[in-house]
């Protein structure tokens, strides 16, 4: 299979894990942002924009993993993980509890009506860099597998 051949891409056993992952990495950064930027300017319909986008990359998060999990399945046929693809199923369970995590200490802020807590930033950023390392592994999993020939002629 040619990793460039549209066809076979879209139709891959796999391919849905490839496409819903982006909805739950752009909406939590974009929430993360908007929650830096809200609490930099104060501004309440920033804070409303950060909730919702956290609330949806939430939420987002269980089809991807349900399809990742299915992807390991299919194109591996269940095989023992190892290596970077190992590495990226313990990062993507972190980045998922991360997530919720974040949207929980906010769903929490929010029910209370309380000022949201400061340590909330910190762990924010680095739900981001989880986030953003879990999709670096991604990404060079599936393109080793094609370099390699695992995923294809090679």
Known sequence: MNPFDLKSALLAKHAQHVVLIHFPIA?????????????????????DAAYYNLLLAAISTAPVVATGILAWQFALEGQKLKGILLMHLILACAATAMIWLVWWIHFQGRRRGQKLSGYRIPLELLAVAVVSLTGYLGLTGYLGGFLSGVNGPG
């Not at 929650?35 to 804070?47: E, F, G, P, V």
Request: hydrophobic fraction near 60%; charged fraction near 25%.
């Open 27 to 47: 909406l939590f950064i974009a929430g993360v942002a908007f929650d830096l930027i809200a609490r930099w300017t104060k501004r309440r319909s920033l804070a």
